[in-house]
């Protein structure tokens, strides 16, 4: 079970909108701390896409954004392309814990 | 651009210790505030986050694991270190290496290395 609620999988067809929500606690959403958003395809290194909430690293594109509200963040995803099917995680810091924690990961799967 | 690339056995037999090493490239391991991370993936099962270790040497460990796991880093080689102690068929993972910046995110990671623990 982890730390950080994820859906197991979401799903659109290309040209579509898709989000992904990702929902915490008290002790690491809720308590103010940075929520960071990496896809992944298997085999391969994890890739950084959202950091500090809402945040688009150089060369990620537009069409992915982030946002958080209370103990919740969401990813947004628009104009889906084949290319983005992948595994998407978020990741905060949980107080309690005293370390970075994960969701579950949400398999995207672009129809 | 910083490349991260584990290395190490990939088959483990259980109650030995696990040792894995990460080696940075394309920067400094020293360079700027950045902190070096461990993190794996059981099949099917979500991201653990193990520990981290700055280049001074100070760590910060995972509490479900800190009585089994050292970290260490050589900056004369750009690598750090991972010693899991006492594995069981529970630590059979993907395990990353990662880089570690601010607000506690990972902006750079290795692509991973399965290790199988079994006699």
């Known amino acids: 079970q982890s730390v950080l609620t994820q859906p197991p999988s979401v799903s659109g067809a290309p040209g579509q909108r898709v989000t992904i929500s990702c929902t915490g606690a008290s002790s690491n959403i809720g308590a103010g701390y940075d929520v960071h958003w990496y896809q992944h395809l298997p085999g391969t290194a994890p890739k950084l896409l959202i950091y500090g909430n809402s945040n688009r690293p150089s060369g990620v594109p537009d069409r992915f954004s982030g946002s958080k509200s209370g103990t919740s963040a969401s990813l947004a995803i628009t104009g889906l392309q084949a290319e983005d099917e992948a595994d998407y995680y978020c990741?905060?810091?949980?107080?309690?814990?005293?370390?970075?924690?994960f969701g579950g990961g949400t398999k995207l799967t672009v129809l | 651009q910083v490349q991260l690339q584990e290395s190490g056995p990939g088959l483990v037999k259980p109650s030995q210790t696990l040792s894995l090493t990460c080696t940075v490239s394309g920067g400094s391991i020293s360079s700027g505030s950045a902190y070096w991370n461990w993190i794996r993936q059981p099949a099917g099962k979500a991201l653990e986050w193990i520990g981290r270790i700055y280049t001074s040497g100070s760590t910060n460990y995972n509490p479900s694991l800190k009585s089994r796991v050292t970290m260490s880093v050589d900056t004369s080689k750009n690598q750090f270190s991972l010693r899991l102690s006492s594995v069981t068929a529970a630590d059979t993972a993907v395990y990353y290496c990662?880089?570690?910046?601010?607000?506690?995110?990972?902006?750079?990671w290795g692509q991973g290395i399965l290790v199988t623990v079994s006699s």
């Open positions: 990662a880089r570690g910046a601010g607000g506690l995110r990972y902006d750079y």
């Open positions: 990741q905060s810091y949980d107080s309690s814990l005293s370390g970075s924690v």
